[in-house]
């Protein structure tokens, strides 16, 4: 209380008043209240990639701290005294960071080259933030292909990095075949769940390269054919 600006104290013998920034209707809410004490930044650009649907919240949680780059890879944690070998579990490259890992790594450069062609796509090989920027702009949309690429960008980041931490902290490895198998099976698990995806060419092979029914589809119409 001895730290309360002087217009917070509790005035006896006076009535309580609410004070703070009301909404654009005059009437206070929780959301003014939230407004007017978040720190607000600039928008990022890449927000719709990880937050909102499609997206799964564990998986967005751990892109959103490879985005910062406050995954703590092997780079950091010897920046921060905790590591004397920051070599990368997958193929013992000396200095592992983001922009190995996502996915210059040649274990994780194989993993994310077959999700792309499950996809039917093609990326170039950039540094991770740039790759970022990349997915950024070739998922923008809601058919059913940029749904699939977004959910494979997100969830082969999430189990490379739970697969390199399985091998450090656990001492157990899987093979890439095994790491891709589970990329598959979470984007299939989270399109299962969906429904009226918008119809573009090219589903048809979508849906039976990912063994998804047309019933996630808009309905009462025809799938276009590509």
């Known amino acids: 209380i ?19 920034k009301l909404a654009a209707d005059g009437d206070f809410s929780i959301q003014s209240a939230w407004d007017c004490w978040r720190d607000k930044g600039p928008k990022v650009t890449w927000s719709k990639l990880i937050w909102g649907p499609p997206s799964i919240p564990r998986v ?53 080259g077959g999700i792309l062609a499950k996809c039917k796509s093609n990326w170039p090989s950039l540094p991770w933030l740039e790759t970022v920027d990349f997915a950024v702009r070739s998922t923008r949309g809601t058919s059913l292909k940029m749904v699939i690429l977004k959910l494979s960008f997100l969830c082969t980041v999430y189990h490379i990095w739970m697969e390199r931490n399985s091998r450090i902290f656990n ?16 984007v299939r698990g989270r399109l299962l769940s969906m429904e009226n ?22 309905q009462h119409h025809t799938i276009a054919v590509g």
């Open 2 to 20: 001895s730290s309360s600006p002087l217009s917070l104290l509790p005035s006896f013998g006076s009535p309580d008043t609410p004070s703070g």
């Open 60 to 112: 967005s949680f751990i892109v959103w701290l490879a985005i910062y780059e406050r995954l703590n890879t092997g780079d950091r944690l010897k920046t921060c005294g905790l590591v004397t070998n920051p070599c990368c579990p997958f193929c013992q490259d000396p200095e592992e960071n983001h922009s190995h890992l996502f996915f210059r790594c040649i274990f994780s450069a194989r993993i994310w």
């Open 171 to 186: 001492k157990a490895q899987k093979p890439e075949e095994v790491v891709t198998n589970s990329i598959i099976q979470m």
């Open 197 to 218: 995806v918008k119809i573009s060419a090219g589903d048809n092979w979508l849906l039976e390269e990912w063994s998804v029914p047309p019933k996630i589809l808009q």
